[in-house]
Antibody
């Protein structure tokens, strides 16, 4: 059974980098697509991007200039970095296995607030 | 980006009712359409993929249909545990994946 668990700071200051980690169990991050998605009351669910086979990435054009998704195969983790954070980046962030266009399963999500 | 519009935004129904939620895409997405159920404090759960394929482990009362721009999620006989918010998502190749705004389902 594949399980995903997000972790990282719950509070980020404006202009700083938002960094999150997702630990995967029951599957290898070296295989399949792995996505990050966020949810806010204002914008609903937003797909941020995915990484495939440890190297290929595809990002939402609306965030592409600030986003980096990577994997650490030794720890079986994926990570998300979002630079120049603003209040608009306040959201619950989910990591998701996104293989063959099926987004399943999802992690429980982690709330990140951008505030001074 | 492809815009996904769900209707209604919320609805209230009784146990054993048949419930239908619709999702419309701003352009044709073939059958690249998923449905999710989301309960507060829990991870969203994939119900339907490819517009009409029921994900393993999902009760048979859930079904999906449609192609092109118009899609429906149907719950054939509503149960108490179906109280949740439902989202559609398009995964059409070459575009940013986008979601509907959600439909909140309440049990009367």
């Amino acid at each position: 059974q594949v399980q995903l668990q997000e972790s990282g700071p719950g509070l980020v200051k404006p202009s700083e980098t938002l960094s999150l980690t997702c630990t995967v169990s029951g599957d290898s991050v070296s295989h399949n697509h792995w996505s990050w998605i966020r949810q806010s009351p204002e914008k609903g669910l937003t797909w941020i991007g995915y990484i495939y086979k440890t190297g290929t990435t595809k990002y939402n054009p609306s965030l592409e200039s600030r986003v980096t998704i990577s994997v650490d195969t030794s720890k079986n983790q994926l990570s998300l970095k979002l630079t120049s954070a603003t209040a608009a980046d306040t959201a619950v962030y989910y990591c998701v296995k996104s293989s063959r266009s099926r987004f399943d399963p999802w992690g429980q999500g982690t709330l990140v607030t951008v505030s001074s | 980006d492809i815009q996904m519009t769900q209707s209604p935004s919320s609805l209230s129904a009784s146990v054993r009712d048949r419930v239908t939620i619709t999702c419309r895409a701003s352009q044709s997405i073939n059958t690249y359409l998923n449905w999710y159920q989301h309960k507060p404090g829990k991870a969203p759960n994939l119900l339907i993929y490819g517009a009409a394929n029921v994900q393993s482990g999902v009760p048979s009362r859930f079904s999906g249909s449609g192609s092109g721009t118009d899609f429906t999620l149907t719950i054939s006989s509503l149960q108490l545990e179906d109280c949740a918010t439902y989202y559609c998502q398009q995964t059409y190749t070459g575009t940013p994946y986008t979601f509907g705004q959600g439909t909140t389902l309440e049990i009367k």
